[in-house]
């Protein structure tokens, strides 16, 4: 179009880079976008070749891909014993979170919580033997994303743990998760003491049939119902769960007093449960590993099927790269740190709950759940920019979380690896900080983006596949 | 200061009403504030001179009136029969919601819950003998208000009514309310057909002993904490009660597995609260009734102390004027209305529940529930607009009920009659909307503004008291 017709019709301008410029535009009443540009990140040229030559079908594998995360239906139909449901699970073998890993290489707090596990199981008598049973070879390690499963923090499963059973009744793949233990000295954080052991005992004994009999009897319970109801109340089902540990409590208490054993069992597995705002993190993270795991090996598509860390490395998969992890060093969080304990205190970033974020929720939900970001300092208005950011990076909104703050837009899902080279904006995570020793538990608790590497790597896993 | 040194200094504007003036000013980087001005309302001229000869003294009376409002702490103690606790109750007297009214003025949904009470009490077999009763003058007729207590829709509180007894802590006074009956046909939007009274006979007989022990047993309930968090979580406690209705059940289980009969009649009662979200309707308002009855004769103040509809009248009272109530008539509200209804369908607005607002909750609150706004066909940016209105026509900001999409301010607490007259703003209420017909129930929910006339006349009634 020659210049002198430019500026006969109406003028629709995309701004890209200086704001101020927008700002102009907006006082001549010119409509005008602002785009938030910034330099992208290093990547592997020959990659980002290939990945533009086939643009056409990664878009085409990235747009069925999404669809069926969004079209996922996560409903809890049971529990039952790790050793009885999870697939290839064994007597010595220890599932953990994020990307694989050997004791060698495993952080203080997965020690601690693999030295808890041995002991709970009675494979170890005391913390020295746990150590030198785990270092022997006799003891498998796997991660718990190759067994349909997940856990938050360290995410230790051992055999005779209770797990959540999880199906997506819209793609019917299953999916697994340990009962959250509370706050305090627990196991996921890498303490291992008789306290810890004890009432992983209780869950197991007490928690564990009560809440089965309960489920049994209301048959299930519909997940993405009450998440996208805690989205409307606050949480992000990441780093708060208080709504969502309230509408599961709602819908399963009358079961709960109908099959336990007694009232006064009844009424403390409630208080349990009650005592507890976390608890439904538990169920957060299968319901959106089961949702992510229907979008796997779609080929050519770049969009992250898991995205967790082990406390050593952060790992990321992608639908089209198959059971490929591409890893980097786990960032250690800048965090609030409970007082007494400073960021040199911190363990580097762990556990699979970044599960959440990959669903589109947890930090990428942050805007309907401000307090979290108020919590570390920030305000609401930062919380909706966290949040409006993740859009720059995802495939799709979701139909059925909305963020109300936003006027109920769907919240941002399918990270794309691609998108988040390019644009060099990383995604958002709510995390809790584990000590960097074993024994010690929970430190404090933040945002962190992801890091670069292992969405390096991966660009260049994808080109591969794509060149065939 | 001549007008050739004022532009020597930065200049600090303050634009009234066109805004488009403010944005001339954001251009040039002049920092400026935009009052959203609009013609007072007309109010009489002798009375105003009167408050503003007096505006000191009101200014310190309002100061002391929000200062007790603020420091309540209304807890639920127990729970007893309306007979055995409310002030002056007597079994030939009802309890009515708003300003006084008598038999022959009451709208259709009131003259239905009158008619369903009499029934419920054995005080007449049939609508015919109830009707007949009603208006021979053997049966008394009283504002709730006037008895320590609030119900909301129709209001109607008889003697052998179950109540909640609440207790605010800080200053000692007492108040009550019934228990929320669910929805459909219901008492309180003007039902009184046989379910309606097997409903209540229910709660009477099974609801009612059950949590009166639970509540024994935990002691006390902290309703300002539950409404705090609530307002974290999606509610207003007016029209949206989803989250505090979960945390009170969630406080409250336990004890009801533990103090139940058996555990059967556990569950159904727990069902009975499961299955209605607005269950702690009926301890927000008492809550509020508490927290405002503690501010009520200070002299001077122009702080309402109630604001409440009768389906015929809308009546406001202030701290400074006693027991007395100015009225106008209550508007028909705009309304979403459930599918077969339209506004010729709706009673004008009736209720106590307005003692939420009065409070700075509910409509006061409503960018906490943006859901409500959404409903009714507003956007999440209307909810926040109307919240930040009420900023305007209050005393104080709460200290402890906040919001967390106006990054958590506290909420717009103790509304000023005469800053209401003088800027024009009225009280914005969440209402739900009763069928003007006795007998049908529920039409529709929305959002009014209050009417002019009660607080026009409340300032002349203020002036009155100033003037000695």
């Known amino acids: 179009m020659p210049i002198k017709d430019l500026f006969q019709d109406e003028l629709k301008v995309i701004n890209i880079g200086l704001e101020s410029f927008k700002k102009s535009l907006d006082h001549c009443h010119a409509p005008s976008v602002q785009v938030d540009w910034r330099p992208p990140v290093a990547a592997d040229a020959g990659a980002l070749q290939t990945v533009r030559d086939k643009a056409d079908a990664i878009a085409k594998a990235n747009a069925k891909a999404a669809a069926k995360v969004l079209s996922a239906k996560p409903v809890l139909i049971g529990l039952e014993k790790a050793l009885d449901v999870i697939p290839g699970m064994k007597k010595n073998l220890l ?5 694989p890993i050997t004791w060698e290489r495993m952080c203080g707090p997965m020690r601690g919580a693999v030295m808890g596990a041995l002991i709970y199981e009675g494979l170890a008598q005391s913390p020295d033997e746990a150590i030198k049973l785990a270092a022997s070879g006799d003891i498998g390690f796997s991660p718990c994303h190759e067994h349909s499963a997940v856990g938050p923090m360290a995410g230790v499963i051992s055999a005779s743990m209770p797990v959540f059973v999880l199906k997506n009744e819209e793609h019917g793949n299953l999916g697994y998760c340990t009962m959250n233990e509370g706050l305090g000295k627990v196991l996921r954080y890498g303490a ?98 089961v949702s992510l795991d229907a979008a796997r090996d779609i080929p050519e598509s770049s969009l992250l099927v898991a995205m967790a860390r082990n406390g050593t490395d952060f790992g990321i998969q ?23 304990f400073t960021k040199a205190d911190a363990n580097p970033d762990i556990g699979d709950s970044a599960i959440t974020e990959t669903n589109g929720l947890g930090g990428f939900a942050i805007a309907a759940s401000p307090a979290i970001v108020q919590f570390v300092g920030g305000s609401a208005a930062d919380a909706v920019n966290f949040t409006r950011a993740m859009y720059e990076i995802t495939e799709a909104e979701n139909n059925v979380y909305q963020i109300p703050a936003l006027n109920f837009r769907g919240s941002p899902t399918g990270i794309d690896a691609i998108k988040v080279l390019e644009k060099g904006i990383f995604p958002v995570i709510d995390t809790g900080v584990a000590h960097r020793e074993p024994g010690i538990g929970q430190v404090g608790a933040g945002i962190l983006s992801a890091p670069p590497e292992p969405f390096q790597k991966a660009l260049i896993g994808l080109a591969k596949k794509l060149r065939g």
Do not use: C
């Open 95 to 99: 599932l953990h979170a994020g990307p």
């Open 192 to 289: 291992y003491g008789p306290d810890v052991v004890k009432k992983l005992k209780w869950m197991e004994t007490v928690l564990y049939p009560v809440l089965k009999k309960a489920v049994a009897k209301v048959g299930k319970v519909d997940l993405k119902n009450i998440i996208a109801q805690a989205l409307h109340m606050g949480d992000e089902v990441h780093n708060r769960n208080r709504a969502a540990t309230s509408l599961f409590y709602r819908a399963l208490a009358p079961a709960v007093v109908r099959t336990a054993p007694d009232p006064e069992t009844a009424a403390t597995v409630l208080e349990f449960i009650n005592g507890n705002d976390h608890f439904f993190l538990n169920l957060s993270m299968p319901a959106s590993k």
């Open 318 to 340: 992608l639908s089209g790269t198959g059971d490929e992890w591409f890893t980097g060093p786990a960032p250690v969080p800048d965090a609030l740190f409970f007082p007494g």
